[in-house]
């Protein structure tokens, strides 16, 4: 019996290595390959050569900073939305008593249910119309707004706290701002990090959002890169694969140092929100 | 005196309450609702994008055009038959690889970790990363398969670009492994040792224990899975060939409804037609939905 439960452990880590491995490889695959010269078509499969200047090229040959910076407005934009907003806006719903507020929620239950084209598209469209395109205004608009996914999450989170946290608080004569600045984001650690992780992520790896509301000149990295645009300068149809390989990497790696630094949080976040069920 | 100090700091609630809620409710209204009415409205009409001030109202036309277009109803078909393989492969993936982790006491941060990474790979990257390791002549695929003696395969083209598309998907598929573990950890230990007191095996226990305490989640991801896979959009188009970025024309195995859609609008300016397209698949969508909820009473478990 206990043999067997022995073999099954091994097997189960042995599924796991394997798993590793398929999902992992592409990645070191995209790294490995970032380095390669860029004019040998061979792709390697490991690090063996190392080609540094293709990170030069990646972020000379387009105007990846000014790409780099405009994504960064829009984390802001998007950060601010999720930790100021959705915060406050979820600790209403949670905690504070009031009429209509059964009412509201259904609102933000209802906007859970929408599919997001049914929101991007007709803003599109209703935009385009009022002609206040290419403005970080609208989405600066959609942040205040605040997401129902967020202010879901931050109510489910809240609804645990108990009650007489909020009376001690009162009676302390302690503001407002104060009380959750001092009491309520400490309680939510977890919960706190798991919004900005999701909020900087999501602005990150947007590419539709820009793509249809700004131009060019205002394009973040995600939607500058959706074409091919590392190619010869004369020859448009050779694609330097190395240089567009090392440009994901560029992109990608704050991510992933992000989610390195996160992860505790994230689990923690989605045990404790009792959004298992 | 007591009193009126409560009544006041209740009424201070209610105020707190709507100066809080104020923005959710006053920027749905403007920058939601009246978007959607308004979309609405011009899916009832000829409009192009230029003619708002002229706008002409073609009654249902444009969703019978939905009906008709050839292009529409195949790509839908299409997205149906992509989204009945990626969304239980996603679901099996997603909950295999929790059911492996949760049995790792070693290194189970190391393989979470890994396993989850794919999942928060940027869509733009991960497509320009697949792209290359699908190529035909030079692509890391190629070279795998190779080993084992078997021709290199033409991805990227016609017969098997659904194949490479759901490759790629399944690999990014990992975003429901928190939750799955942390459903997984949250089923009580009492039960398994109930069941093996009744001598119930492995498969008896995880049919009768596992899955239906973590049903509500499965539910939670297909839910979440129907509404994404009838939106697949952008993976077909990073894996399509040419450079025009996201108005890129995927093959046609690959062509789906959003991509019609949005070769209508953003391509041509048919905001009338694509919009009347979104409407069409937003309700597909929504009864899909209600059905797969309906469904829940006979598959579902909650336990309170």
């Given at each position: 019996m206990n043999r067997k439960k022995e073999i099954r452990k091994y097997l189960a880590y042995a599924f796991l290595v394997a798993l590793s491995v398929v999902f992992l490889y592409p990645l070191i695959f995209l790294a490995a390959n970032s380095?390669?010269?860029?004019?040998?078509?061979k792709p390697v499969?490991?690090?063996?050569?190392?080609?540094?200047?293709n990170y030069y090229f990646a972020v000379a040959m387009i105007p990846f900073f000014k790409y780099l910076l405009n994504t960064m407005k829009l984390v802001v934009i998007s950060v601010f939305g999720s930790l100021v907003m959705d915060f406050l806006m979820g600790y209403a719903f949670a905690r504070l008593r009031a009429p209509g507020r059964e009412m509201l929620f259904k609102l933000v239950l209802l906007q859970l249910m929408i599919p997001y084209i049914a929101i991007q598209i007709p803003q599109f469209v209703w935009y385009n119309t009022l002609g206040?395109?290419?403005?970080?205004w609208i989405f600066i608009l959609n942040a205040l707004g605040g997401s129902a996914y967020n202010i879901f999450l931050v109510k489910q989170f809240m609804s645990?706290?108990?009650?007489e946290l909020d009376d001690a608080a009162k009676v302390d004569g302690c503001g407002f701002l104060r009380m959750i600045a001092q009491i309520v984001i400490p309680l939510s650690k977890p919960l706190y990090a798991l919004l900005f992780f999701n909020a900087f992520v999501a602005a990150w790896n947007d590419y539709m959002g820009p793509q249809m509301f700004l131009t060019g000149d205002k394009f973040p990295l995600a939607t500058a890169m959706f074409?091919?645009?590392?190619?010869?300068p004369d020859k448009?149809?050779?694609?330097l694969e190395p240089v567009l390989m090392a440009a994901c990497v560029l992109f990608t790696l704050p991510v992933i140092i992000l989610f390195f630094f996160f992860q505790k949080y994230l689990v923690q976040g989605i045990v404790t929100s009792g959004l298992k069920g | 005196m007591a009193e009126k100090r409560f009544w006041n700091a209740k009424r201070r609630e209610i105020a707190l309450f709507y100066v809080l809620v104020a923005p959710f409710v006053i920027l749905f209204i403007a920058t939601k609702l009246v978007p959607f009415v308004n979309g609405l409205y011009l899916s009832l009409t000829n409009y192009t994008g230029y003619n708002y001030d002229r706008?002409?109202?073609?009654?249902v036309n444009n969703y019978q055009r939905v009906f008709t277009d050839a292009q529409a109803m195949s790509s839908l078909g299409r997205t149906f038959l992509i989204g009945c393989i990626t969304v239980p492969l996603g679901l099996i993936v997603g909950l295999g690889c929790a059911l492996l982790l949760n049995k790792a006491r070693k290194g189970l941060g190391v393989f979470r970790t890994i396993i989850y990474m794919p999942s928060i790979i940027p869509t733009v990257a991960a497509g320009l990363m697949w792209r290359i390791i699908f190529?035909?002549?030079?692509g890391l695929l190629n070279k795998f398969l190779g080993i084992f003696g078997i021709n290199p395969v033409n991805w990227l083209g016609y017969d098997h670009i659904l194949a490479a598309l759901v490759i790629m998907m399944t690999w990014g598929s990992t975003g429901g492994l928190l939750l799955n573990l942390a459903a997984l950890q949250g089923i009580p230990n009492e039960l398994y040792e109930a069941a093996a007191l009744d001598g119930a095996g492995g498969w008896k226990k995880f049919t009768k224990i596992t899955l239906p305490m973590i049903s509500p989640i499965l539910f939670f991801n297909l839910v979440m899975g129907i509404i994404g896979g009838f939106q697949l959009y952008a993976q077909p188009v990073l894996l399509a060939?040419?450079?025009?970025?996201?108005l890129n024309l995927p093959l046609k195995p690959t062509y789906t409804y959003m991509v019609h859609a949005y070769q209508q609008i953003l391509?041509?300016?048919r905001f009338g037609y694509g919009l009347a397209m979104m409407w069409v698949l937003v309700f597909i969508i929504n009864i899909l939905t209600v059905i797969v909820t309906k469904t829940q009473k006979y598959w579902v478990f909650y336990s309170d």
């Open positions: 380095l390669r010269p860029y004019i040998n078509k499969i490991f690090f063996t050569e190392w080609h540094v200047e206040l395109m290419d403005t970080y645990s706290f108990p009650r074409g091919n645009i590392y190619f010869l448009p149809e050779i694609i | 706008v002409e109202f073609v009654g190529n035909a002549n030079e060939p040419g450079s025009n970025g996201v391509g041509y300016s």
